[in-house]
């Protein structure tokens, strides 16, 4: 096998750190004891001690269910509803005589029903289980020791210990230690998207010691033995020692490539198996997310409550009565109604004993007005909400053309909880900005540089009221071409010109360590075109302007980086070469980042970036030139929302350094628990005496349309909290920016910078401060109460930072401070901790009782997407684990408008009126069984036919309903988002509130004795048809059915909105199924059809008298509910209905001019100024909710 | 997804585009308020005559009831009715007049009619064998007729209460010394007759028990034939109801005199029933019933009065 390595190392050029140029002779503590007793015996996967262990094969499965556990587990789900459980034991009593009809046709609809939601999990997971099968049936190759060779081998078929060779773009098939690859430098480049959504590309790097296998035919010899961790879900840690030719070697994260990564930019790799299937990282890491229930559902399930009592009454008395009549049965020693034979009777009827036969009528009672408990309610909300979701996700306006994401619903259980969001808790970064930075000004040596005006400052500008002067935005038409991350023009310091600046050394310095201080990997596109991929976008955008501004970073490699710069006194661009020596990564505690190199003068120096409070700290005496100026600057360009990061640098002592050296390598050799913190040490203790070179500023973007969205969300009555790490200024600035502080908006700041707290500060008494603070807050908050109460009229914005946050949430102080945190439009949280998030949103969540939605798109905002009733993620670029914990993923902010004003105000009233109609239309059909009952004397004798009843619920009038919850639409999408308030529906709940529903159930009940008594006094008595045959029994039952059949369904008809061919096949063919039904149920032999023989071929069909009957009693039964709407719609009409009847005569109304006259303004002044009198009336509305919830809290 | 599935679903005007993107053609009928005034309107409109043609139908019916449960029973039995029905003994025959008060054109339906007796009642439903009757005495699955299904330890066809209870008070009709012929055919329904109800199957062991109940059945004619015992057993939806005894296929006259022979078998005095004799013709809607035509009416009416009351409301209140 001829084997030819790359030479040109273009890509393999990086490493930058974790370099292992020595291996640890330490022995690893814990290698062997518990936690780390894992044993590999690479390319020995079949010797005796490798098989002795029984590591788990690498076969996959993510199915909820197998073939075996599928029927006795979803069927233990199912029947972990209350409502289920009811029709099961119905079924069940249904074989015993106390049953009012046959056990088959109660059987029949649990079946249906519970297969149907066995069928939809089924489907599910069978999903699942053909991407389990795609998965483990990939192909990988393996080293097979007899031949020498590699062979395809499935992916479920590999063992622990196993040699695989994987190439380019394929994915590993289990986590690897990587032994060689294609490269000579033995490094290889990884995409973790899959993991952790990172696009950029990762290097690792194998051993040096195990570089040498690098052939098929070396692998033959190829022996050795690792020691690690067990199975755990760290992704970003692996403690293992390598024993290979009498030697350990420690193993870091460095080694192992992970399943479900992906191999790019090398040929091939060689690795060995160590962890397979289920015990690999990503699999470890696989969790189910908290499973969320919505509002609805709970209220629910309390009126499922209320109709169980009310079936229990119903039964109640009616085994009261039934027992009075068979007690009266024998009257003085005679048998009355002699004709059901008193005298030999069953304990059911026995007039001997009322009680007892009364008390066995209630169960039958039970049973029989089960129909007043609606069966399929669960399953159809259900589908209803699949397909809503798929609706979502086919939302072409949520549809982000770039980035080819659509959004998804990743549960489908919370579509109507996204109608009900009272507040909005977003995070920042990624979310509002789009987290592309863009290099827009630095101060160097003290000095400005950079022109122009962010987005942000104009915004900041305008609020001060200042005209604004010609000095447009920054253009980008202005320049030659657009450079993505890059927007600094100054004519002082481009085009080479920075030489004959003033301080044109310290120009050098700064933008040397811009050029070499960071950790991105160059590549070289084109001839003068270099791209780079680097960790974090503030990165790259540092890269970009020093090449731009002329210190070109081209290559890199493990040890050196090179440089292309202008030389200041011979005026050329030169190549430099700096030998890289180490690199202190940056990390959130660390605020900073450095690297230690030797320039080609051979000067020590150290690098170093960071936030400037770390910076700051950490400057010489001599270093502090610039100090106050640059101060000053940071200051100013944290007010325009930029990022700012200072700059410094230090020449290092030789001996100093070699001594440092020595200590830091055997650090990070070290393989104990503390290495991290015994590394961070020493770090400090290199990265002092700093001297300061100036700062940077990075403009933050804002995404595409989001003081749009932001304003039409306020004005939909949504309160929003933004929940940011930033400082106070910028986070206040980005406020302005996406218009969530509004012009004549006032401030409410709660801080702890206050001068006396600072004092306390310096005496460093924590008790003391503590208690200080707690004062302060507590104090600051009771102002800004009583000015909140005075100023009604006005809107407030709340700004509060993380340290004051956690006194505002002390337990005496918390419900004051939400109360006032709900009366303001705006809440600003910055300087908060990921946990602070959480937090927060739970107490939202808790003491207004309403519904939260957290939004955010970065790690960090995962326990909030948790916490929060809804956690919505953007699929943006700062990874996939927000989208993993979330609920629903966007690729936008700007889409929350429509997933919220649109979808989730549909699916709100859809779920809502679906299940006030699902009530409706059971109450209908179980009181007609009851008033039919008073006149058989309770004896438990169903009005109609058993195969009528079980029919009922699954097949005349099911799929009306679906239709209703999957495609009603009150009023069109760019009406919802024309009319923002129409949301205040489903914040207020108006559509599934108590009084609503209540009357949809007295609704059910008038049609029930609307049909009833009509139909009995109209066909019952004498002959109803001209032949002169009367009505029986079966004749009055069909009639009855029918009317019921007629009546629920036009009253769908009448409380939808949209009829599209859908609605009217479902609507009109359920009543057409009902005829078709009986004519062939009818038609088949009278012993199975009993009652319903040719009922309506032959009784009912030529009888004029049932046809008007059922004209006479649709309308009567309609007639109620028609009348409420028309005056209710015309007198008080609800928001929807103002907006539908606005829709039918655009030209004529004032409501519409205002909304014309509304979208004008706002275009035209870009802030949201609104009209004084919608303003008012947005005012109010969202002053009213804010009382209401701070009623609810305290 | 690819990009030409995207290509091709960005096509606004495919159908299966404007399904996903919840943009169907719909019709989205809106109740304003010339929407409402008209539907009352018109719904006053059509039911107001559809009541009225109803109601001169019902009227153009001539009906006779007559109660006779009472008048029966011979005055010295009047204090214990339940001993005198029960009493083989007594002769049960008795007789009863009426003038004709319309001209009643043939045929002329003969009803009889129970009040506050439940057919209905769970027990009694049930107590029947479909099979039974269709198929005869070697079919199983009697055991639905308890507590009446075997006598003897012989099967008793037909069997069940239904059966049991079988109404028989008999009417003989004369007018002018002469007797009025009541045809008796076909008056249950024909498929009761040809499917419900065997041919071959023949009256067995029937009410042979200690207890009788009601009528007896001729044991020679197939059940098909046995139209009182077919009609008894399509039992009534309510506790008090009519079922058709027979047809008179003559006109009567105005101010004929009719004078009904009739045996008083049947019990309902020990339950407090009520038993009527009912002649009625019938007009293309069916028997006199004054309900239908009277809430077509009153729906229709009511209809006209919202839509009244509406538009007043409407015009007199401004919009807002």
Redesign the interface.
């Known amino acids: 096998m001829a084997r030819i390595r790359k030479r040109s190392i273009q890509l393999s050029k990086l490493c930058s750190f974790a370099c292992c140029r020595s291996s640890s002779q330490d022995e690893h503590a814990q290698i062997g004891q518990k936690g780390y007793s894992r044993v590999v015996y690479c390319n020995e996967p079949d010797s005796q001690e490798q098989i002795r262990l029984r590591y788990r094969g690498n076969y996959v499965s993510t199915t909820k269910y197998t073939a075996v556990n599928f029927i006795p587990k979803s069927l233990f789900e199912q029947f972990r509803r209350v409502a289920n459980i009811y029709f099961l034991v119905v079924a069940c009593v249904s074989f015993s005589p106390l049953a009012?009809y046959s056990a088959p046709s109660i059987i029949l609809p649990l079946v249906v029903v519970i297969g149907a939601t066995m069928a939809k999990e089924g489907v599910e997971d069978w999903r699942r289980n053909l991407q389990d099968i795609e998965a483990n049936n990939r192909k990988v190759e393996v080293y097979d020791k007899s031949s020498c060779s590699f062979r395809q081998t499935k992916w479920k078929d590999l063992r622990v210990g196993d040699l695989v060779k994987v190439c380019k773009d394929e994915y590993f098939p289990a986590d690897l230690l990587l032994l060689s690859s294609s490269y000579e430098d033995v490094v290889c480049y990884v995409e973790t998207m899959n993991l952790d959504g990172e696009t950029n590309l990762k290097l690792k790097h194998a051993l040096n010691v195990t570089s040498f296998y690098s052939s098929a035919e070396s692998l033959k010899e190829f022996r050795a033995v690792i020691k690690c961790e067990d199975p755990n879900e760290h992704l970003y840690s692996f403690i293992g020692t390598l024993y290979f030719d009498c030697q350990q070697y420690s193993l870091s994260p460095q080694q192992i490539l992970l399943r479900d990564s992906k191999l790019k930019n090398t040929e091939y790799i060689f690795g060995v198996v160590i962890f397979t299937g289920h015990d690999t990282k990503v699999m470890q890491n696989a969790t189910d997310p908290p499973s969320k229930r919505t509002k609805i559902e709970r209220r629910m399930d309390r009126i499922i409550y209320v109709l169980f009592s009310t079936l229990i009454l119903v039964s109640f008395i009616g085994s009261l009565f039934f027992g009075i009549e068979t007690n009266n049965d024998l009257s003085g020693g005679?048998?009355?109604?002699?004709?059901?034979?008193p005298?030999?009777?069953?304990v059911?009827?026995d007039p001997r004993r009322p009680a007892v036969a009364a008390f066995l009528h209630c169960l039958t009672g039970l049973m029989l007005y089960g129909y007043l408990i609606p069966i399929s309610l669960y399953v159809s909300i259900e589908i209803c909400k699949v397909l809503q979701s798929?609706?979502i996700n086919?939302?072409?306006?949520m549809y982000d053309e770039e980035m080819d994401r659509?959004a998804h619903a990743r549960t489908s259980n919370l579509n109507e909880e996204l109608g009900q969001v009272h507040t909005i808790l977003s995070d920042k970064t990624g979310t509002l900005t789009c987290n592309s930075m863009e290099f827009v000004k630095c101060s160097i040596a003290g000095t400005l540089y950079g022109r122009g005006m962010t987005e942000v400052e104009i915004a900041l500008a305008r609020k001060r009221g200042e005209q604004l002067t010609e000095q447009a935005p920054i253009d980008a038409s202005e320049s030659k071409k657009s450079i993505k991350g890059f927007n600094f023009r100054d004519e002082r310091i481009m085009d080479g010109k920075w030489v004959s600046e003033p301080q044109s050394d310290v120009i050098q310095k700064f933008f040397r360590v811009l050029a070499t201080c960071h950790t991105a990997v160059p590549e070289v596109m084109g001839p003068d075109e270099i791209m780079y991929e680097a960790e974090s976008p503030d990165e790259a955008a540092f890269v970009i302007a020093a090449r731009e501004v002329g210190f070109e970073f081209f290559a890199r490699n493990q040890t050196s980086i090179k440089l292309r710069e202008l030389d200041p006194t011979s005026g050329i661009r030169v190549d430099r070469v700096y030998e890289l020596l180490h690199v202190l990564e940056f990390s959130s505690a660390r605020k900073r980042m450095s690297v230690i190199v030797k320039n080609p003068e051979n000067q020590l120096l150290l690098l170093a970036k960071g936030a400037d409070s770390v910076i700051f700290e950490r400057l010489s005496k001599e270093g502090r030139a610039y100090e106050e100026r640059t101060k000053e600057h940071i200051e100013k360009y944290s007010e325009a929302g930029l990022r700012t990061m200072a700059v410094a640098y230090r020449e290092l002592d030789n001996d100093e350094y070699k001594t440092w050296e020595q200590e830091f390598l055997k650090a990070k050799t070290s393989v104990s628990a503390d290495r991290d913190v015994l590394m961070d040490e020493l770090a400090c203790q290199i990265e002092r005496d700093l001297i300061l070179l100036g700062a940077t500023a990075v403009e933050d973007k804002l995404q595409k349309g989001v003081p749009g969205c932001i304003d039409k969300l306020a004005r939909a009555g949504i309160g929003i909290w933004v929940l940011t790490g930033d400082k106070r200024g910028t986070a206040i600035n980005i406020g302005y920016a996406c218009s969530l502080l509004r012009h004549g908006m006032k401030q409410i700041v709660i801080t702890l910078e206050l001068p006396e707290i600072l004092a306390q500060e310096k005496e460093g008494d924590k008790e003391a401060i503590a208690e200080a603070s707690l004062n302060s807050i507590k104090l600051q908050i009771l102002k800004a109460k009583s000015q909140v109460t005075e100023e009604s009229s006005t809107e407030f914005g709340l700004i509060i930072d993380g340290k004051s946050l956690t006194y505002a949430m002390d337990k005496n102080l918390v419900n004051s401070f939400m109360d006032l945190a709900m009366r303001c439009a705006t809440v600003i949280c910055c300087r908060s901790s990921p946990k602070q998030k959480a937090v927060i949103t739970r107490l939202v969540k808790s003491v207004t009782g309403r519904t939260t939605l957290a939004i955010g798109d970065g790690a960090n905002d995962v326990g909030m997407l948790q916490e929060a009733d809804i956690g919505v993620g953007i699929s943006g670029v700062e990874g996939m684990q927000a989208v993993m914990a979330s609920d629903f993923a966007i690729a936008q902010f700007r889409f929350l408008e429509r997933l919220l004003l649109v979808h989730g105000h549909?699916c709100y009233r859809r779920i809502s009126m679906m299940i006030c109609y699902f009530f409706y239309k059971n109450i209908t059909f179980g009181f007609t069984l009851f008033w039919f009952e008073a006149?058989?004397?309770f004896?438990?004798?169903p009005a109609y036919n058993d195969w009528y009843m079980s029919c009922y619920n699954v097949f005349f009038t099911s799929l009306p309903v679906i239709a209703l919850g999957v495609?009603d639409?009150d009023v069109?999408?760019r009406l919802c988002l024309k009319h923002p308030l129409l949301y205040q529906e489903g914040v207020r709940n108006i559509l599934f509130n108590w009084p609503r529903i209540l009357g949809w159930m007295f609704n059910g009940l008038l049609s029930s004795i609307i049909i009833y008594f009509?139909t009995?006094?109209?066909i019952?008595?004498?002959?109803?048809?001209?032949?002169?045959?009367?009505?029986?029994?079966?004749?009055?039952?069909v009639t009855m059915y029918t009317c019921v059949v007629w009546t629920v369904n036009c009253q769908m008809a009448l409380s939808i909105?949209?009829?599209?061919?859908?609605q009217h096949l479902f609507i009109w063919g359920s009543i057409a199924f009902w005829y078709i039904f009986l004519v062939v149920y009818g038609s088949i032999?009278?012993?199975l059809s009993?009652t319903a023989?040719?009922v309506l071929v032959?009784?009912c069909a030529p009888?004029?008298?049932y046809w008007?009957?059922t004209l006479?009693v649709v309308?009567?039964a309609l007639?109620p509910l028609?009348?409420y709407?028309?005056?209710q719609?015309?007198?008080r009409p609800m928001e929807h209905d103002r907006i539908?009847?606005q829709?039918?005569r655009p030209e004529s109304t004032e409501y519409d001019a205002t909304q014309r006259r509304l979208s004008e303004s706002s275009e035209a002044r870009t802030s949201s100024e609104l009209p004084s009198e919608f303003k008012h009336r947005c005012l109010k509305k969202s002053a009213n909710i804010g009382i209401a919830s701070a009623g609810l809290g305290v | 997804?690819t990009d030409t599935d995207r290509g091709t679903?960005?096509d606004r005007d495919s159908a299966f585009?404007l399904f996903?993107?919840?943009?169907?053609?719909?019709?989205?009928?809106?109740?304003?308020?010339e929407w409402?005034i008209m539907?009352?309107l018109f719904?006053g409109f059509i039911?107001i005559p559809?009541g009225l043609v109803?109601l001169r139908a019902s009227h153009s019916?001539v009906?006779i009831v007559e109660r006779y449960d009472i008048g029966c029973v011979p005055e010295p039995f009047r204090i214990d009715k339940?001993s005198y029905i029960q009493d083989d003994s007594i002769p049960k025959n008795c007789s009863l007049s009426f003038k004709v008060p319309k001209y009643m054109k043939a045929?002329i339906?003969i009803?009889y009619q129970l009040e506050n007796?439940?057919?209905?009642?769970?027990?009694?439903?049930k107590s029947r064998s479909?099979?039974q009757l269709?198929h005869g005495q070697n079919e199983h699955g009697i055991s639905s007729c308890?507590?009446?299904e075997v006598n003897n330890d012989r099967p008793i066809i037909p069997c069940g209460?239904i059966a049991?209870?079988l109404f028989n008070d008999t009417f003989t009709f004369i007018r002018n010394r002469a007797e009025l012929k009541v045809n008796r055919k076909n008056i249950a329904?024909?498929?009761d007759r040809e499917?419900?109800f065997g041919k071959n199957v023949y009256p067995f062991n029937f009410q042979n028990g200690t207890?009788i109940?009601?009528g007896k059945l001729n044991p020679t004619i197939p059940l098909s034939d046995q139209e009182d015992l077919i009609v008894w057993m399509?039992?009534?939806?309510?506790?008090?109801?009519?079922?058709?005894y027979g047809?008179i296929e003559k006109d009567l006259d105005v101010d004929d005199v009719v004078v009904v022979h009739l045996m008083n078998n049947y019990?309902t005095y020990?339950?407090?029933g009520k038993k009527k004799l009912v002649l009625?013709t019938?007009?293309?809607?069916?028997?006199?019933?004054d309900?239908?035509g009277l809430?077509?009416v009153f729906?229709g009416s009511?209809?006209v009065t919202?839509a009244v009351v509406?538009t007043l409301?409407?015009l007199l209140?401004p919009r807002h």
């Open positions: 009012p005679n048998y009355t109604r002699w004709y059901l034979r005298d030999k009777t069953t059911f009827f798929i609706f086919q939302d072409q306006a659509p549909w006149y058989t004397s004896s438990g004798q495609f639409q069109s999408a009509l009995t006094n109209s019952t008595g004498p002959a109803f048809r001209k032949d002169g045959q009367v009505a029986d029994y079966s004749v009055l039952g909105n949209y009829f599209t061919w859908i032999p009278p012993t009993t023989y040719k032959e009784a009888s004029i008298l008007l009957t006479l309308i009567a007639l028609l009348s709407r028309a005056f719609i015309r007198f539908q009847i829709r039918r | 997804m679903q960005r585009s996903t993107q919840q943009s169907l053609p719909a019709c989205k009928p809106v109740l304003t308020p409402v539907t009352f719904i039911f559809v109803t019916v009906e339940v045929p339906y009803y007796y439940y057919q209905n009642h769970r027990r009694y439903v479909d099979k269709l308890q507590p009446v209460l049991w209870s329904w024909k498929s499917h419900k207890l109940g009601g399509r039992t009534s939806a309510l506790p008090s109801f009519r079922k058709l047809r019990n020990s339950f407090g009625s019938t007009s293309w809607l069916g028997g006199k019933n309900f239908l809430a077509y729906i009511s209809s919202i509406f409301l409407h209140s």
